[in-house]
């Protein structure tokens, strides 16, 4: 499986961005996408996840400001990142059965 992140970026407080992670070399409909990230000297924490038939769950901390969608036709999941905080600083994973993605960076300023 080879995951392809893009989308971070610095971005004060208060602002929004949008990861992708663009997925091959599975079938992507039929599999749940999630997102993780980890920030500087933390291990890497769960941040959202999204089944194959649409279900998400998020962490207590981006409920109400981030969003997860997937686009099966694109093979590409998102994240919609708004009210960015300093915590959300990190470097964000996408992952997949059997597969991580090599991260992107999201620097939130405060």
């Known amino acids: 499986v080879q995951l392809v992140e893009s989308g971070g970026g610095l971005v004060q407080a208060g602002g929004s961005l949008r990861l992708s992670c663009a997925a091959s070399g599975i079938i992507f409909s039929i599999n749940a996408m999630a997102w993780y990230r980890q920030a500087p000297g933390n291990a890497r924490e769960f941040v959202a996840e999204?089944?194959?038939?649409?279900?998400?769950n998020y962490k207590d901390s981006v409920k109400g400001r981030f969003t997860i969608s997937r686009d099966n036709a694109k093979n590409t999941v998102y994240l919609q990142m708004n009210n960015l905080k300093p915590a959300d600083t990190g470097v964000y994973y996408c992952?997949?059965?059997?597969?991580w993605g090599q991260g992107t960076v999201v620097t939130v300023s405060s």
């Open positions: 992952a997949a059965p059997g597969g």
């Open positions: 999204i089944s194959s038939s649409g279900r998400t």
